[in-house]
């Protein structure tokens, strides 16, 4: 467990604010707050959240241990542990977006955001951010169609509870990396939670919507996919994303 919680009323962002710390003392500290005020998600993406209504936290992690030409398996680690806390609440199945959001039903319920330090062949202190939907009952950013606990279950959640319990859940997914065995359940675990795995649906593609499904993911945790040809196509991040349809758009495929 982690040795101390920073709690912040207001902040820029947690993932920079605890980038900032030395580094010994971002080891196993999550720092969270009510209100981020340049909450960021992946790339240029900013995060919407109404202040005191979501989980907005980042937390220290070492992955010394792990050599950075694996980085990616942390990307898998942390969505698993925290669909390992969903399960035991939402009464639908929750997947993983590649490459680490938390989707319901396609509409987006969580997002990950991971800055790695790198030491030569190996992993240094991985800052992990993650911001989850709780509260809040109306959202603004239509593409990614945005969800939250309370809009599926119709009640309130206690956000200190949830926060201990996914800080824990995202640590002992991060564990199982230590051995050959563990990496091996939490790749089979994450294509078995992946988001339109061996589904036909459409993407878009250097603005063009295309037809793939998803296959695998590669060594360096790059979309692999098929188009109906069954020509291969390996895709970087940012270099593919669901094809945008608004909620009235009678195509839009969830």
């Known amino acids: 467990m982690p040795s101390r919680y920073l709690h912040l009323e207001?902040?820029?962002?947690t993932n920079a604010y605890l980038q900032e710390m030395p580094e010994q003392e971002r080891i196993s500290c999550v720092v969270f707050a009510d209100e981020q005020l340049a909450g960021k998600g992946m790339g240029t993406n900013s995060w919407e959240s109404s202040p005191g209504m979501n989980l907005t936290f980042s937390m220290g992690v070492d992955?010394?241990?792990?050599?950075?030409?694996d980085?990616?398996?942390l990307?898998?680690?942390v969505p698993l542990g925290m669909l390992d806390v969903l399960d035991t609440m939402l009464p639908v199945r929750a997947f993983v977006k590649w490459p680490n959001d938390i989707v319901v039903d396609g509409k987006k319920l969580a997002g990950?955001?991971?800055?790695s330090t790198i030491r030569g062949q190996m992993m240094g202190v991985s800052v992990v951010g993650i911001g989850?939907?709780?509260?809040?009952?109306?959202?603004?950013d239509w593409p990614t169609h945005p969800v939250s606990l309370k809009m599926i279950l119709g009640s309130e959640v206690e956000l200190k509870p949830l926060l201990e319990k996914l800080v824990e859940a995202v640590e002992q997914r991060v564990q199982w990396l230590h051995t050959d065995e563990g990496i091996v359940k939490i790749r089979e675990d994450y294509l078995n939670r992946?988001?339109?795995y061996r589904i036909w649906a459409d993407y878009e593609v250097n603005g063009l919507r295309v037809r793939r499904i998803i296959t695998g993911i590669d060594p360096f945790g790059r979309l692999e996919t098929l188009d109906e040809s069954e020509r291969k196509y390996v895709y970087d991040i940012k270099e593919i994303s669901v094809y945008p349809t608004k909620p009235e758009d009678?195509?839009?495929i969830p």
Do not use: D, T, W
């Open 71 to 73: 980085q990616f398996l």
């Open 132 to 140: 989850l939907n709780v509260n809040q009952m109306q959202f603004q």
């Open 250 to 252: 009678p195509s839009a």
């Open 112 to 115: 990950v955001l991971i800055n």
């Open 194 to 196: 992946l988001y339109r």
């Open 75 to 77: 990307s898998q680690a």
């Open 10 to 13: 207001r902040v820029g962002s």
């Open 63 to 69: 992955m010394s241990f792990l050599k950075a030409a």
